[in-house]
C-alpha cells in the first residue's frame, strides 16, 4: 500500500490493545492523530471514550469518522485508527448487513485509506475466539470481522496480538 507502514493491534475488550497502540504512535510521531470510528451510543460509551480522550496528552490531534476513512488525506503523519470493529460496524449497519457488501466497502476504504505514505496504526478487537454467536446476526459480523482483520494483516507491516496487556508480536 504505497510507502505506508501499516501496523494492526488486535485482542480482546480490556487487553490494553488501545494503550499499546498509543504507546506505538508516539515512538513514531511527537503529533500522532487519533481517528475515532465510534458513534457515541449512550452514557457508558460517552465515559469509555472520555478515559482514552485523558489517557492521550496534548500533543495528539483527533479526526472522528465513522465510515470514509479514504476521504482524510494523512499523508506523512501518524495515525491511530481506533477502533475498527466499531468502524465495522458502522458500515454492516450502514448496507442493510450484507457481509459481502460492507466486505468490499471497507478494503475499498482501507486502500484508499493507506495509499498515502503514513503510519497507520489499525486497533480491531479478536472476537472469534470466544463462542460461536447465538444469532444469525451475530455470526455475520464475527465472519466479517474475521475476514477484514485477515485483509488487514495481510496487508500490515506488523501485527500484534494483545493479552491481558501485553502485546506479542506475531508478524
Known sequence: MGNSRIILITGGQRSGK???????????????????????MDDEFR????????RRGPQWSTVEE????????????TVVIDCVTMWITNVFFSHGEDVGK????????FSEFT????NYI?????I???????????RKFTD?????????????????????GIPVKIK
Open 115 to 118: 495509499s498515502r505514505p503514513g
Open 102 to 109: 460492507s466486505l468490499e466497502i471497507l478494503k475499498k476504504e
Open 18 to 40: 488501545s494503550a499499546f497502540s498509543e504507546a506505538k504512535a508516539l515512538e513514531l510521531s511527537e503529533n500522532p492523530v487519533y481517528l475515532a470510528t465510534a458513534h457515541v
Open 128 to 138: 472469534g475466539s470466544g463462542v460461536i454467536g447465538a444469532t444469525a446476526l451475530e
Open 66 to 77: 465513522e465510515i470514509h476513512l479514504g476521504r482524510h488525506d494523512m499523508t506523512g503523519k
Open 47 to 54: 465515559e469509555r471514550v472520555k478515559i482514552h480522550q485523558n
Open 144 to 164: 466479517l470481522q474475521g475476514w477484514f482483520n485477515q485483509f488487514i494483516a495481510s496487508n500490515a507491516d506488523e501485527v500484534y496480538l494483545s493479552v491481558a
Open 122 to 126: 489499525f486497533v480491531s478487537n479478536e
